[in-house]
């Protein structure tokens, strides 16, 4: 496992570079990944604004905030993700935020697509779903993981799929709403819930 996280991390990117790869690539027409579709290139161009207001907008929990300052042992936080995936437009922005408090994680991306053998060590349910953070220690092993979203909307898309059988627009709209009114927190608490 640990070969596989350290091969990964070769490839990773920080934040700020990962926003300019989806921004130039949506410029280019394209989305991130080894398939192309106007679909996913439509959900990158939404995910784009919605990264660009929470970027504004999201606030750190103060108690989520001092948990992170009071970080002893250098982390590495290394999510696998891709532009088009609505979860991680929530989601990497709330932990940029958190990582931006301690100096002890050090936060890095590497795209799903591009790091089969690392994704396929993390599957929910059999599924390649994303994001996907993994807490790893200074010599990169690995602690904990989490994702690909939250209880309050995993359970929220469990329901919607038991009542309808799929996962449509309109349980895409829901989930958007619910990550909107959560502002975050529930991620954030998880997070660090799983470093204290």
Known sequence: MK??????????????EYRTLV???????????????????????????????????????????????????????????????GDAAQ???????????????DFKIVLRDENEVLMNQFLTNGAKSIPKLLLLDEAFHLINHWGPRPEGAKNLIIEYKAKHG??????????????LDDKGISTMKEIVGMIS
Do not use: F
Request: with cysteine; proline share 1%.
């Open 166 to 179: 799929i996962v449509d627009e309109a349980a895409k709209i829901a989930l958007q709403k619910w990550y």
């Open 91 to 105: 989601i990497l922005p709330i932990i940029k935020l958190m990582a931006e408090v301690s100096e002890n994680i």
């Open 23 to 85: 921004s130039n690539l949506i410029s280019e027409g394209k989305s991130t990944g080894y398939v192309q579709s106007a679909d996913l290139l439509h959900y990158s161009e939404l995910n784009e604004v919605r990264i660009k207001r929470l970027e504004k907008t999201l606030k750190l929990d103060l108690e989520v905030e001092k948990a992170l300052q009071n970080l002893k042992s250098k982390q590495t936080w290394l999510v696998i993700s891709e532009g088009w995936c």
């Open 3 to 16: 070969s596989i996280i350290q091969s990964a991390l070769q490839n990773s990117c920080s934040y700020n």
